[in-house]
C-alpha cells in the first residue's frame, strides 16, 4: 500500500518560498507513475498544482508556472515543491499525490494547510 | 480558474439516486478520460472512478460514471448517509489537470 506523506512549515512570510516535500512509502518514486501536487484553499476547490516523473520530466499549471518548481529525490524516495513569492492567495491545503493511468490520482498524502502571513 | 462546470449542490434521502454533471469542452473531457473523487470533510480526495467509468478496488457499485461529448456524470444509486460529501470531476486539459468546480452532496 503506497502512502504518502507531506512535510513543511506551516507558516510562510509573504514573498517568501514555500517548500514542501512529500515522502512516498510502500512504493518506490522511479516507478511509471507521474507525481503531483494539488491545494485546496479553505472552504474551496482543488487546484492542480504540477507534477513530476521518477526521471525529472516535470509539466505545471500554467497559472503558476512562473513560481513553481517541482523536484525529485530518488535517492530519498521523495520529491518536493517550491512556490516562491506567496502571497496570502496561496495559503491553502497542499496535497502530495501519485497519478496512474489517464492522470486518475489514485493515491494522496493527508494534506498540510500553509498559512502565508506575517 | 476550473474549466469543468459542476452544479454546486445535490441532494436526496436514502435510498434515492443522485447525479451529477460535469460540462466541459473538447479541449478536455472531449479528448481525455474522466475521473471523479470523493471528499469527505477534513480528509484528501479519494478516487472514486477513473477512465470514465471504471471504479476502482473496493468502491462500491452504487457508484458509476458515463460520459457523452463533452460532458460527463457521476450517479450515486442507493445513497446512504456516507455518501454525504463533496465530489469533484477531473480531466486532462492540454497538459494540464483541470478539476470540475465540486458539488456538495447532501443526504437529507
Known amino acids: 500500500q503506497v502512502q504518502l506523506q507531506e512535510s513543511g512549515p506551516g507558516l510562510v512570510k509573504p514573498s517568501g518560498t514555500l517548500s514542501l516535500t512529500c515522502g512516498v512509502s510502500g512504493g518506490s518514486i522511479t516507478s511509471r507513475n507521474w507525481w503531483s501536487w494539488v491545494r485546496q484553499p479553505p472552504g474551496k476547490g482543488l487546484e492542480w498544482i504540477g507534477e513530476i516523473s521518477h526521471s525529472g520530466r516535470t509539466n505545471y499549471n500554467p497559472t503558476l508556472k512562473s513560481r513553481v518548481t517541482i523536484s525529485v529525490d530518488k535517492s530519498k524516495n521523495q520529491f518536493s515543491l517550491n512556490l516562491d513569492s506567496v502571497t496570502a492567495a496561496d495559503t491553502a491545503v497542499y496535497f502530495c499525490a501519485r497519478e496512474a493511468q489517464g492522470g486518475a490520482i489514485d493515491y494522496w498524502g493527508r494534506g498540510t494547510l500553509i498559512t502565508v502571513s506575517s | 480558474q476550473s474549466v469543468l462546470t459542476q452544479p454546486p449542490s445535490a441532494s436526496g434521502t436514502p435510498g434515492q439516486r443522485v447525479t451529477i454533471s460535469c460540462s466541459g469542452s473538447s479541449s478536455n473531457i472531449g479528448s481525455s478520460p474522466v475521473n471523479w473523487y470523493q471528499q469527505l470533510p477534513g480528509t484528501a480526495p479519494k478516487l472514486l472512478i477513473y477512465s470514465d467509468y471504471q471504479r476502482p478496488s473496493g468502491v462500491p457499485d452504487r457508484f458509476s460514471g458515463s460520459k457523452s461529448g463533452t460532458s460527463a456524470s457521476l450517479a450515486i444509486s442507493g445513497l446512504q448517509s456516507e455518501d454525504d460529501a463533496d465530489y469533484y470531476c477531473?480531466?486532462?486539459?492540454?497538459?494540464?489537470?483541470?478539476f470540475g468546480t465540486g458539488t456538495k452532496v447532501t443526504v437529507l
Open positions: 477531473a480531466a486532462w486539459d492540454d497538459s494540464l489537470i483541470v
